[in-house]
């Protein structure tokens, strides 16, 4: 094998470059993809239920009556037909939108690159929850962000301590570029924000001239409880930028998300993806706009609602019956996520060598979700991905080695 000089092409690096984080989902996908390990760490939707017909049916029309318009480029903003679908997607969750206002993406990750590339110069001030998703991580690194982060509890990010943050920065006379909030069902936390904290976040951006990135590419996946008000609805000042996405509603292979944003954002940010890609795929567009119009979307949205509620529920049971009693763990009414916390004393990155060695069964560690690499007794178990029985084999073999730790620990203090 060739030997490679990594250090002969460090002069050729951007300075950004040494900066970039790389996301914990991404660094563990060759190894959960091994067979024998039980993975409860990606985030991956359940696309095993969607039925293979009705792929084969739609890439066939497209194919035999849209071929070459499919196959061209198209607006760098997406196809006007797309854009409807999306007006009706945020319709059934109480959410008007203009399609004029919306830019479709390249899945939702492309919307928070493209907002943080619009909006953030290096050491610009962004804020987000503690913990926040594992893949903004990246994208706010990669900008040079300087990222204060703000503790959530079971109803979501803390008002209070928000405030006294955005005090601490007013006193230095810095305002943070936007407030980076995911509202439902939380990734990783897998909690939501309380409806007295939506519209108190609204209220106070609003009185302190800050915008909100809102990301909801969980929010149609409820197992219980009344929908929430999602953020931008409750805006009436064009201050809030809202993400979503068809990953989790149909297929992540599709890599189509979208965005929402004020008109004059909107324009930059369309620039912005001009420079990254020029347009979404017209083809992914088109296979999706056939599919809003020869099958009803919400019917197999809730099929697969319905998979990820008997998969939590395995998960919570199988957590209560192995996990040792210093654990402790949300309860998420929907999404795909439980967050769990452990002794002070663990570390979930050295745990999960050890479980994948030892037991073959992966997690998210809970230090990939902050920035200053703090969460170190906190995991992210996804109950998305896996079949029941196997949930819990995977948290009975996480379990074992978490005792074991847990017993070395006293052992070694005595």
């Not at 110069?121 to 990669?142: K, M």
């Not at 706009?289 to 949205?301: A, G, L």
């Not at 992210?380 to 029941?388: D, K, N, P, S, T």
């Amino acid at each position: 094998m060739t030997r490679i000089d990594f250090d002969r092409y460090e002069s050729f690096y951007a300075r950004r470059t040494g900066g970039l984080r790389s996301s914990v989902m991404r660094d563990l996908m060759a190894v959960t993809a091994r067979p024998e390990i039980i993975s409860l760490a990606g985030g991956l939707p359940n696309t095993e239920s969607f039925p293979a017909m009705t792929l084969a049916k739609i890439t066939h029309d497209v194919a035999m009556e849209d071929c070459a318009a499919a196959l061209q480029y198209g607006p760098t903003e997406g196809l006007e037909e797309t854009k409807r679908n999306i007006v009706k997607v945020m319709e059934s969750e109480g959410t008007l939108a203009d399609s004029d206002d919306i830019l479709v993406t390249t899945g939702g990750q492309q919307g928070i690159d493209l907002v943080t590339r619009t909006l953030v110069d290096p050491g610009d001030p962004v804020i987000a929850e503690a913990p926040t998703y594992p893949g903004a991580v990246p994208s706010f690194s990669s900008f040079e962000a300087d990222v204060i982060q703000v503790p959530l509890d079971d109803d979501g990010i803390r008002i209070d301590l928000l405030e006294e943050a955005l005090d601490r920065l007013e006193a230095g006379e810095r305002r943070p570029k936007f407030i980076y909030v995911i509202p439902n069902f939380h990734n990783p936390a897998g909690v939501s924000l309380s409806r007295e904290r939506r519209l108190e976040l609204v209220a106070l951006a609003r009185s302190r001239g800050v915008m909100i990135l809102e990301d909801n590419p969980y929010g149609q996946l409820r197992f219980e409880g009344e929908p929430l008000p999602t953020l931008y609805s409750l805006d009436d000042d064009d201050n809030v930028i809202y993400l979503g996405t068809f990953s989790k509603i149909i297929s992540p292979g599709i890599r189509l998300g979208w965005l929402v944003a004020p008109p004059p954002v909107l324009q930059k940010l369309n620039l912005g993806k001009q420079a990254a890609d020029l347009c979404p795929s017209t083809l992914a567009q088109k296979i999706v706009n056939r599919y809003f119009r020869d099958f009803h979307w919400r019917d197999y949205v809730e099929k697969t609602t319905a998979i990820y509620r008997r998969r939590r529920d395995a998960m919570l049971a199988a957590l209560a019956e192995y996990f040792p009693p210093e654990a402790e763990w949300t309860q998420p009414r929907g999404g795909f996520y439980i967050w769990v916390t452990l002794p002070e004393y663990l570390d979930t990155t050295d745990l999960l060598a050890l479980a994948i060695e030892q037991e073959q069964v992966a997690f998210v560690p809970g230090a990939g979700a902050y920035m200053d690499g703090s969460g170190a007794n906190h995991m992210r178990l996804a109950f998305c991905a896996v079949a029941e029985d196997r949930i819990e084999e995977g948290i009975k073999r996480l379990a074992k080695v978490i005792k074991e730790q847990m017993a070395l620990y006293r052992a070694l203090k005595g």
